[in-house]
């Protein structure tokens, strides 16, 4: 990992907060409130403690820019939701909080990762890491009026 990149795994409403504020403006959204964000944190430490999954924080320079998360299903860790702040990208924290979902997933008995990949941003990161390409997935737009 590059100097100053680092993750570990979601246990905290801090933590919750800190993920909320990268989701916002990546995936354009409205912000958790208080009781949304202790929903959020239910969620995760339920599905952290059953072994179903987790949500990982990644950080440059103890600065939260970076986070995804893991499901795992039958030995597999479906990887999703990663999202990174456009002004932290190239810098390695996507590769940070992949390295961690990809470590906790198999600490939890995963054996395997799937992960869908942007061409454009996140694929090549995983083709480094060794992920093999598998298929392509398409997305089509109607404009309805």
Do not use: C, H
């Not at 570990?8 to 919750?16: A, C, G, K, T, W």
């Not at 059953?50 to 998360?69: F, H, N, W």
Request: charged fraction near 25%.
């Amino acid at each position: 990992m590059p100097a100053g990149a680092t993750a570990e795994v979601v246990r905290s409403l801090d933590q919750v907060r800190e993920v909320d504020s990268i989701n916002v403006p990546v995936w354009e959204q409205a912000p958790l409130d208080e009781d949304g964000l202790r929903v959020e944190l239910d969620e995760v430490t339920a599905a952290l403690a059953s072994g179903d999954g987790l949500r990982v924080i990644g950080r440059l320079d103890g600065e939260a820019v970076s986070t995804g998360g893991s499901t795992i299903v039958d030995g597999f860790a479906r990887l999703w939701g990663a999202a990174t702040l456009e002004s932290a990208r190239g810098r390695g924290a996507y590769r940070a909080v992949l390295a961690e979902r990809l470590r906790a997933s198999a600490e939890l008995g995963a054996t395997t990762a799937l992960v869908k990949g942007r061409i454009a941003t996140s694929a090549p990161i995983l083709t480094r890491v060794g992920f093999e390409r598998f298929g392509d997935e398409r997305a089509y737009r109607l404009t309805v009026t």
